[in-house]
């Protein structure tokens, strides 16, 4: 890591050391891409620490957080059910619809357009009806960035 103290570590190696804490990939990525530093390819980790430790402070005062997942009705769990039944019995389709998501997803943010989630759902055949599917793609709607979250799903 930062052997020369100079509070900064290459990307890889702080991806490597979150994802050693049960940290996705996906997520340890973003967060290296958030915390590069002025130098490209390295990650200023005392300014994480620095935001760790007053998240955790904020979390410790507050119940709730204004980012907080978007909570599933029933109708929505039921959904989920009928999608995870699907992806047991159809595991193949589910990998290549992954794998789609992440060749259009040039970033690799879990982040892709409407319109690109919609077909690309719509081929995976879920039995689903016009409104159900639109239920799923307002829960994993992101409006920071106006994009469906795939990896959610």
């Known amino acids: 890591m930062d052997r020369t103290e100079k509070?900064?570590?290459?990307?890889?190696?702080?991806?490597?050391?979150?994802?050693?804490?049960?940290?996705?990939k996906h997520n340890a990525k973003d967060?290296?891409?958030?915390?590069?530093?002025?130098?490209?390819?390295?990650?200023?980790?005392y300014k994480f620490f620095d935001?760790?430790?007053?998240?955790?402070?904020?979390?410790?005062?507050k119940k709730s957080s204004s980012r907080s997942r978007k909570r599933m009705d029933s109708d929505m769990k039921e959904i989920m059910r009928i999608i995870g039944k699907f992806a047991c019995k159809n595991n193949r389709a589910?990998?290549?619809?992954?794998?789609?998501?992440?060749?259009?997803?040039?970033?690799?943010?879990?982040l892709v357009n409407k319109g690109l989630f919609k077909d690309e759902?719509?081929?995976?055949?879920?039995?689903?009806?016009?409104?159900?599917y639109k239920q799923i793609e307002r829960y994993f709607f992101d409006e920071d960035t106006e994009k469906v979250n795939y990896l959610h799903c």
């Open 7 to 24: 509070e900064y570590v290459h990307d890889a190696d702080f991806v490597d050391l979150l994802c050693s804490i049960n940290v996705s």
């Open 31 to 45: 967060l290296a891409r958030e915390y590069e530093g002025s130098r490209e390819g390295r990650v200023d980790y």
């Open 51 to 61: 935001d760790l430790k007053a998240s955790s402070k904020k979390k410790l005062g």
């Open 94 to 110: 589910m990998k290549s619809f992954k794998k789609e998501m992440q060749r259009i997803d040039r970033k690799d943010r879990g």
């Open 121 to 132: 759902f719509n081929e995976l055949g879920v039995d689903l009806s016009k409104s159900d």
